[in-house]
């Protein structure tokens, strides 16, 4: 925990500093290039997509999150430790203000079905 704790400060800080080699890493990976073309590719619907491993960690997603590690949220909780989908309340985005809500499901091994890790979906309900 003490090296998840690490990495979650270490982008914390990345989000305030001109140096981000954390992050845009992690927004350069294959993962997420693909999600960020599925995200423009749903014309404004989708607000934000990122995957989480097993342990909660982001390993791709379509925009920066405040956070990397989401092992501490419901959304992840929910989805990966229960199995089950998980939808947040609707709220209005302090940054783009738009009203949106996020969706998260747990991404299973095709041939084991075993959950290995979770993906959230944020909604522009603005624009349903």
């Avoid at 990976?29 to 590719?41: E, H, M, V, W």
Wanted: zero cysteines; glycine letters at 8%.
């Amino acid at each position: 925990q003490a090296a998840i704790d690490d990495l979650d400060a270490r982008w914390r800080t990345e989000l305030t500093r001109a140096e981000r080699s954390m992050i845009e890493a992690q927004l350069s990976n294959p993962l997420s290039l693909y999600l960020k073309g599925q995200q423009r590719a749903a014309g404004g619907l989708i607000t934000e997509i990122f995957v989480m491993d097993n342990r909660g960690l982001n390993v791709g997603q379509s925009d920066v999150t405040s956070d990397y590690w989401q092992g501490d949220e419901a959304k992840w909780q929910e989805s990966f430790g229960a199995g089950l989908l998980h939808i947040e309340e609707a709220q209005r985005d302090e940054s783009t203000q738009l009203m949106q809500s996020q969706a998260s499901l747990p991404i299973k091994d095709p041939r084991t079905g075993a959950v290995i890790g979770t993906i959230t979906v944020g909604i522009n309900l603005d624009a349903l």
